[in-house]
């Protein structure tokens, strides 16, 4: 069973398409959805499958395999390679006369950043609570830094996600805004919400690295006033140290509600857009934080967010200046005081944009688009096989 596993997990997976194409592209992500069909708890499934589609109308046969792969790949074969992790890095690895053309896709914040400012939340929840908790950061192998030698890069988020790689390397970076899993109806949430209610109730929805998350913040600022709710869902069980480094304001707080995870195609999920006017992130270092697009591109909310998080509040959303808990609470007085009809034009800003900006249809597009730019623009490098008609880059 372990061996039909490991077999089925790290093959390469060939021609999803059956195009028969000529030339072949080797996306380097996830191969789950390919294998066993989407499910909603990540937005990197459907993502795979955008990009392979985008792969296959620019004219690549489009072979897959997941990106922590440790088995021999014959990366002679193909005249693109598209991804990250091991399986894309190892190509620069091995010795070779000519190299396919290369696209990073960049899933997170940069890494040595993101490295770097978890470790500071940790050292500061260590200078409050006396507890080091680095179950609850995220920190990240940093790779063999293939920024510097990729033909491309791709980036999820806006220019706060893109501004460190256009530092580090001279690459063309495109920044690609991600999309939401449309579950709901916006209008129909907002047409159900009573604000009277709802402007005092805060849905805190992510996934693990808590503290990079920043819901310590959100707890400790919430008990400073107690007049206001804030509804937790995510999988705490599994860092359990922190939730008994928080215990009492996990449990003991009665504005504080522990929901447990919080499941798209559930009714829960709809009754905590209708109940909640808001949704906060204190992260230090996202890439556009799919848990607040999926929140806000369903129901409208309103964000409360860092800039770390990558996603534009132009007009609408409030911004949470610092990782700090003071930062946290002078963005949550600032929201909690808006007049009611504030409140309104804001949710329906909220739900406009997102559902402009952050549309499965606009992440596909851009994708395509960054894609055949890359393969436009710079040729690589190569040795003695160099492709008719191309260049090696100087």
């Not at 592209?25 to 990009?51: D, S, T, W």
Request: proline fraction near 5%.
């Amino acid at each position: 069973m372990l061996i039909q596993f490991w077999n089925r997990k790290h093959r390469i997976l060939q021609d999803h398409f059956q195009s028969g194409f000529g030339r072949r592209a080797l996306l380097c992500y996830v191969n789950r959805p390919f294998i066993k069909g989407v499910n909603f708890k990540h937005n990197n499934q459907i993502e795979a499958l955008e990009i392979a589609q985008a792969l296959h109308e620019l004219g690549y046969q489009v072979d897959v395999v997941n990106y922590d792969n440790p088995m021999a790949i014959d990366y002679a074969r193909y005249d693109v390679m598209f991804g990250s992790g091991p399986a894309f890095e190892n190509l620069f690895l091995k010795e070779a006369t000519r190299l396919p053309r290369t696209i990073l896709y960049h899933c997170g914040a940069y890494i040595p950043l993101s490295n770097a400012a978890s470790l500071r939340r940790l050292e500061a929840v260590y200078r409050r609570r006396g507890v080091w908790l680095p179950g609850s950061a995220r920190l990240t192998n940093a790779g063999i830094g293939t920024e510097q030698v990729v033909d491309g890069l791709i980036v999820l988020g806006n220019e706060v996600a893109a501004a460190p790689f256009r530092a580090l390397t001279p690459r063309p970076v495109h920044e690609i805004p991600l999309f939401f899993h449309q579950m709901v109806d916006a209008d129909d949430i907002i047409r159900a919400r009573d604000l009277s209610q709802a402007r005092r109730h805060f849905i805190w929805f992510s996934g693990s690295g808590l503290v990079h998350k920043g819901l310590d913040l959100a707890l400790e600022a919430f008990a400073r006033h107690p007049e206001l709710h804030l509804h937790v869902f995510g999988d705490l069980e599994g860092e359990a140290p922190f939730v008994r480094t928080f215990q009492h304001e996990l449990q003991e707080l009665p504005n504080v509600h522990v929901e447990g995870f919080l499941h798209l195609q559930s009714p829960a999920f709809r009754a905590a857009l209708v109940d909640s006017a808001f949704t906060i992130c204190a992260s230090c270092a996202e890439a556009c934080t799919s848990a607040v697009l999926n929140i806000c591109g369903n129901g409208g909310n309103i964000p409360l967010l860092t800039r770390n998080c990558a996603i534009d509040l132009r007009d609408f959303g409030v911004l949470i200046g610092d990782t700090t808990i003071e930062a946290v609470e002078a963005a949550l007085v600032e929201a909690s005081s808006l007049s009611e009809a504030e409140l309104d034009r804001r949710q329906r800003s909220s739900a406009a944009f997102f559902r402009e900006a952050h549309s499965l249809e606009r992440y596909h597009q851009r994708m395509k688009g960054a894609i055949q730019a890359v393969l436009d623009g710079e040729a690589p490098r190569e040795g003695s096989g160099i492709h008719p008609g191309r260049q090696p880059l100087v």
